[in-house]
C-alpha cells in the first residue's frame, strides 16, 4: 500500500499510487525483492546516455520490468525444483498468492474500519500542546475560553496570532491525514480483493484451456494470461457503487487535506506580506474578465485590437469582408456513410 | 509460448493446469528475456530524435492570441477544397495525437484526399488559465479562429471537425454560431452524456460513472482547490481507467515489442504523445463535470455558455457523426443515434474499428476514416 506520506492531491500522489500497482505484480506470484519505480521518471539509458525529451522512461520501464520480472522467473524456478511437477508448482504458488491477497484485503478492510477510534486518540498530544486546558475536560471550558481571551488577546498583540492560527490548522491537517489514511486502506482493500479475484480467473482461464486442449509454455505467458485476468476483474470491481464511493471519499479527504495545508501557506504569506493564492487568483480573475470585455468590444465592432504578429512566412491576411454566398441547397436526406 | 497451440497428450488432464514449463524451459527463457532487454537497452539508446519526432505534417502558424495557436497545414494537392475545414481537438491532450507518424497520420490522409486542413492548437494552459470557461474557447478563441479562417478564404462558412471534447466544443459553436458553419463533423464526441446509464459495460465509461459519483460540492471543491488540474493528474485520470493494462504496457507489452523496431518506434511515438499532457483550466473542468458529465445538459438543451442557452436543434446544417466501436472512453451509448437530437435533416453515423484513440492512428479506421469524412464533405460543398 502507498507509503504513508502518499499524497493523491496532485502529481506526487498520482505517481506514488502508480507504483503501488506496480509493486503489487511481483507480490502476486509471491516473489519479493522487486521495487518497481515510477516508469514515468526521467533517467539516463543503459549506456548513460539520456534519451529524448518524452520518452526517457521508457529505458527506465525495461529495467524495471527487468527487476519485476526476474523474480518471477526465479520464484517459479524454485517451486518447480521443490514441485517438478509445473501445474502443481504453479498452483502451489497462485494458491499462497491468492491466500496473501485475501490476507491483506482482509486487513485493510479492518484497518478502514477501526482507523476512526485510533483518530480520536492519537492527536491527543497535539490538542494538548495546542489547546492544554481542553485535556482536563468540560469542567474546564470557561477556564480555557477565559484564558484564550486574556492571552490570545495579549498573543495577537504581540503579532503572535499566524503561530496560533498555524497551530489550529496543523491539528485540522492531522485529522485530514487520518481521514486520508482510512480512506486509502478503505479503496485498497477493495482494489486488492479485485487482484485477488483475478488470480481466481486465471486458474479459471488456465483449466479451461486445459480442457481445449490448449497449454502455456512459457511464464511470460503466464504473466500475460494473468494480466488479462485481473484487467477484467479490476474494471469491473472498480464500476461497483463501493469502489466509487471509496473512490469519491479518497479525493474529498485528499481535497480537505489540500485547503488546510493552502490554509497554512496563507497564514504564513500573509505574516511576512507575500501575496496569498486567493490574491494572485482575484488578480487572475481579474485579468480574465478584462480580456473578455476586450473580445466583445472587439467583436461588437469597436476599435480593432491587433493581435501579435503571427510567426514565420505565414502573416495574417489583411482582413477581407467575407463574401457573401447564397448557402447550398439544404439537403433532406439522413444517411449512413458507406465506409 | 504457445496458448492457442492444441497440446492433444494433456487434452484429456481437463482438470488440470496446462502448464507445460520445465526448470530447463524457465531458464532458457530467463536468458532469452534478459537478452532481449539488453537488445532493447541498446536499441533504445541509438534512436535519434528525427526518429522519434511526431506531428511532422508541414504546417504554419497564422493565427495565435494568448497560448492558442492556429496552424494551417500545407496542402499536398494543387487545387485543394474550397471550402477549408476546421478540426479542434480536446483540452485534455495535444493535438500531436492526430498526426503522429507520417504512415498513421488522419492530418496527412485529410490533405491527401485534397482537404485544406486547420488546427487549433489549445496550448498548455497553465495556472493564469484557471479561470477560462468553456464560453471563453467556444465564443472566443474558436470564434476568432473561424473570423481568421472566413477572412482569410472570403468566405461565409467553413466545415468543422472536432474530436471528443473538441467535438463538444464544436457542437456548442455550431450551434451558438450556425451560419459560420458549413458542415459539422464530430468524432468520438459525447453528446448524451447519460448515454451509458442503460449500457452498463465492464471496462467502459468508467469516468461517466466516476463523475456521477461525485456530488456538485464534490467538484466545486476540487476544482476551488485545484485551480487548474495539473497534466500529470488529467494523465493519472487516464491511466486508472485501465490500471492492469497500463502496468502490463509497460511490462510484458514492451518486451513483446522490443525486437521489431517498426512497432518500438510506434509505442514510443504514442508514449511522447501522452507524456504531454496538458493541464486543464478549472473552470472548464467545473462545468464540464457538473453541468455535461452530471447534469447531462447538452443534450437536454440546458447548457448555458455566457449568456446563451446552447440549443442544439440551432445546428442545421448537415452532420457527419463518427464513432468508434471500441470505445471505452466515451462510451457509444454516449455518442451514436443522434438522430433528431439536431435541428438538421441532413444526419449521418459512422462507426470505425477500434477505441477511442486507435481512431486516428489504427490501420484499419485509417482506412476508413479520412476518405468517407472527404468523400461525405465532398458531397456537401
Request: glycine content about 8%; proline content about 6%.
Amino acid at each position: 500500500m502507498p507509503s504513508e506520506d502518499t499524497d493523491l492531491d496532485g502529481v506526487g500522489g498520482s505517481d506514488a499510487l502508480y507504483a503501488w500497482w506496480l509493486d503489487l505484480i511481483p507480490a502476486l506470484f509471491g516473489a519479493s525483492g522487486a521495487k518497481a519505480r515510477d516508469p514515468k521518471a526521467q533517467t539516463e539509458g543503459n549506456d548513460g546516455s539520456r534519451s529524448p525529451p518524452g520518452v526517457a522512461h521508457v529505458p527506465q520501464a525495461l529495467e524495471m520490468t527487468r527487476q519485476l520480472i526476474t523474480p518471477l522467473y526465479q520464484g517459479f524456478l524454485q517451486a518447480l525444483l521443490a514441485n517438478p511437477q509445473p501445474e502443481r508448482a504453479f498452483g502451489t504458488l497462485l494458491e499462497q498468492t491468492l491466500s496473501h491477497l485475501r490476507s491483506a484485503s482482509r486487513s485493510l478492510a479492518d484497518m478502514a474500519t477501526t482507523m476512526p477510534s485510533q483518530q480520536g486518540a492519537l492527536p491527543i498530544g497535539w490538542n494538548f500542546l495546542a489547546d492544554p486546558v481542553s485535556a482536563f475536560g468540560e469542567a474546564m471550558k470557561p477556564l480555557s475560553l477565559n484564558l484564550e481571551r486574556a492571552y490570545g488577546g495579549l498573543a495577537d498583540a504581540f503579532g503572535l496570532a499566524p503561530s496560533r492560527e498555524l497551530q489550529l490548522a496543523g491539528r485540522e491537517m492531522l485529522q485530514c491525514a487520518f481521514a486520508k489514511r482510512q480512506a486509502q486502506a478503505e479503496y485498497l482493500g477493495l482494489a486488492v480483493g479485485a487482484l485477488a479475484k483475478g488470480a481466481e480467473g486465471t486458474l479459471a482461464r488456465l483449466r479451461e484451456m486445459g480442457q481445449r486442449g490448449e497449454s502455456v509454455d512459457s511464464l511470460l505467458a503466464l504473466v500475460r494470461l494473468w494480466a488479462r485476468s485481473t484487467d477484467e476483474a479490476v474494471h469491473a470491481a472498480m464500476q461497483t457503487p463501493e469502489a466509487l464511493e471509496a473512490s469519491a471519499k479518497l479525493l474529498r479527504v485528499a481535497m480537505r487535506s489540500r485547503k488546510q495545508q493552502q490554509r497554512m501557506v496563507a497564514i504564513a504569506s500573509e505574516a511576512l506580506n507575500v501575496p496569498t493564492r486567493a490574491e494572485v487568483d482575484a488578480a487572475y480573475r481579474e485579468i480574465q474578465d478584462l480580456k473578455r470585455e476586450l473580445r466583445r468590444i472587439r467583436k461588437s465592432g469597436g476599435p480593432r485590437v491587433r493581435e501579435p504578429a503571427a510567426t514565420g512566412s505565414a502573416a495574417p491576411v489583411a482582413a477581407k469582408r467575407p463574401r457573401t454566398r447564397t448557402p447550398a441547397a439544404k439537403r433532406k436526406n439522413s444517411s449512413k456513410v458507406a465506409a | 509460448m504457445s496458448e492457442k497451440t492444441p497440446s492433444t497428450p494433456q487434452g484429456k488432464t481437463a482438470a488440470t493446469l496446462p502448464i507445460r514449463i520445465t526448470p530447463e524451459s524457465l531458464l532458457r527463457e530467463l536468458q532469452q528475456f534478459n537478452d532481449k532487454l539488453t537488445r532493447g537497452s541498446k536499441r533504445l539508446a541509438a534512436l535519434s530524435e528525427e526518429q522519434l519526432a511526431i506531428a511532422t505534417a508541414p504546417k504554419e502558424e497564422v493565427w495565435r492570441e494568448d497560448m492558442v495557436r492556429l496552424y494551417h497545414y500545407q496542402p499536398v494537392v494543387d487545387k485543394p477544397a474550397r471550402v477549408p475545414i476546421l478540426v479542434t481537438y480536446a483540452l485534455v491532450g495535444r493535438y500531436q495525437m492526430i498526426d503522429l507518424e507520417a504512415d498513421r497520420s488522419f492530418i496527412r490522409k485529410l490533405l491527401a484526399e485534397g482537404l485544406d486542413v486547420y488546427m487549433v492548437d489549445w496550448g498548455l494552459p497553465g495556472r493564469a488559465q484557471r479561470f477560462l470557461t468553456i464560453d471563453d474557447y467556444v465564443s472566443g478563441y474558436l470564434d476568432d479562429c473561424v473570423d481568421y479562417i472566413r477572412e482569410r478564404h472570403g468566405l461565409k462558412q467553413i466545415n468543422m471537425l472536432g474530436i471528443c471534447q473538441g467535438g463538444v466544443f464544436t457542437t456548442c459553436y455550431a450551434a451558438l454560431f450556425p451560419d459560420k458553419v458549413k458542415n459539422l463533423v464530430l468524432t468520438v464526441t459525447p453528446i448524451d452524456f447519460h448515454g451509458d446509464k442503460d449500457h452498463l459495460e465492464a471496462g467502459s465509461g468508467y469516468m461517466n460513472l466516476w463523475a456521477r459519483s461525485l456530488t456538485h460540492e464534490d467538484v466545486d471543491t476540487m476544482v476551488d482547490t485545484l485551480g487548474a488540474a495539473p497534466g500529470a493528474m488529467v494523465g493519472f485520470s487516464f491511466l486508472m481507467m485501465n490500471p492492469v493494462g497500463n502496468v502490463t504496457k509497460y511490462t510484458t507489452e514492451l518486451v513483446e515489442i522490443l525486437d521489431d523496431e517498426a512497432k518500438l518506434l510506434n509505442f514510443l511515438h504514442m508514449e511522447r504523445w501522452i507524456a504531454d499532457r496538458p493541464g486543464h483550466p478549472g473552470e472548464v473542468m467545473r462545468q464540464w463535470f457538473k453541468d455535461l458529465y452530471q447534469d447531462n445538459k447538452l443534450v437536454r438543451g440546458e447548457l448555458v455558455l455566457g449568456d446563451r442557452r446552447v440549443q442544439l436543434d440551432r445546428i442545421t446544417m448537415p452532420v457527419l457523426n463518427v464513432f468508434a466501436d471500441g470505445d471505452v472512453i466515451i462510451p457509444t451509448s454516449c455518442s451514436r443515434g443522434l438522430e433528431g437530437t439536431f435541428g438538421t435533416d441532413d444526419y449521418s453515423e459512422l462507426a470505425v474499428p477500434g477505441g477511442h484513440i486507435g481512431t486516428f492512428v489504427g490501420g484499419k479506421a485509417q482506412k476508413i476514416l479520412a476518405p468517407s469524412i472527404a468523400k461525405w464533405l465532398k458531397e456537401r460543398n
